[in-house]
């Protein structure tokens, strides 16, 4: 049992999407522009694997995770 | 020219030994000379870079840059003046736009959000292309009946550039994409008309707005209120239409010849429809040919993780197919696991530049792939996967055709 907190960095989002599409529950894109929107900054254990691919995808290397085993 | 072989670096792009089949250089490349001089089809020298975290580096550090390769230092891909798509007017309209500004404001048409609202059209579009391609009976080649048309309709629906004028800019796009084909006089042309084309429709969605990308980019702003020039918007369509189809139907292709050369890759999805997603993460990974590679500017002396030192004015090739396969980044990396996950392939480039369409490109090889499945599950190659041919003389090789049964 671990939180882990996630943070976005809004100014190196290139708004690819993969995160929505792998852990729609934690992300989110703004629709004037694609950018990265943050759901849930600590997001319940069953999204931890998801969060995971997805900060480990992430094209921009716009995701990053803190705490958490 | 003629030069001995020994003293003369590799020529680049490398010769590829069959089809589905990666240079056979890449590995000891990686190896042993990660940062490895090359000379171009112009005759210009540039530095391959084919290491995992080195071309990442080089894509996303800021020290290197795309607009620098407008700098007169840079080398060319091709000796003729009209340039590559790299420093064509195009790209040049597109540098002056100011990269985050631009991709702001097209950004907003390639959300998940938008990509999942797509779905139901592309599935419909190729259940229909499927339909025509079994009436016209087995064998077919899957590139005109479905590989080409299905993403070349799905850009054309998003832009509002009517369907019946593709042939035209395919000739375009194929000149645009050359790097030997083409004589200069013929590509320049191809330019100016295919600019042409876009102004003109420009002029027509300007009179009569219809429900399209381009249609509302022109009554778009950006954060400032400003909107993106004309020269701009022609450079946008024009950009959008070529990287909307011309990759997409290369990948469509190369996947299905990937998947259908080792039969237990199809009967694995098959039985379990749920890799759908992460087999074409993996198909794009593993992609043996992967065209040309980015090219990068550059600016001040990097040092990359290999250890070697780039020069300030030097043009680097990074090649995402060869990083792709470096064992220090994905394990196994010579084999394909249709599971594999997390699975960071450098396909779609990474940072800033990364591909824009890259949620597009990933829908429709998802739908597609899926509809081939449940509609074709006894789809196989009709001839011997190693005799395909690839486009020869181009930034990208898709295959010619690919024949097949079902």
Redesign the interface.
Known sequence: MSAVEVTVDEAKCCGAGQCVLIAPEVFDQRDEDGIVVLLAAQPAEQWHPAVREAASVCPAAAIRLTGGS | MAANQQDEPLRYPLPSPGPLTPPAEWPELRQKCPVAPVTLPSGDRATLLTRYADVRLAL?DPRLSREGLARPDAARITASESGSVFDSPMARALNAEGHERW???V???????R?RALIPKIEATADRLVDDMVAHGQPADLVPWLAFPLPVFVICDMLGVPERDRDDFKRWSDAFLSISKYPTDEVRSAQTRFAEYMSGLIEEKRRDPQDDLISELLAATDAEGRPMSDLALAATGQALLLAGHETTAGFITSMTATLLADRTRWERLLNDPSLI?SAVEEVLRHEPHGGFGMLRYVHEDTEVPSGAMLPGGTTVVCSMAAANRDADAFEDAEDMDLGR????HLT?????????G??LA?TEMQTVLGVLLRRLPTLEHAVDPAGLRRLEGQLTTPLVELPVRW
């Not at chain 2, 779609?348 to 824009?356: E, R």
């Open positions: 996303s991709r702001r404001m950004g907003r048409w390639f959300t998940a959000k990509m997603r996950s997390p699975n960071a779609f480039g990474v940072g800033p530049h990364s591909c824009l890259q949620p990933r």
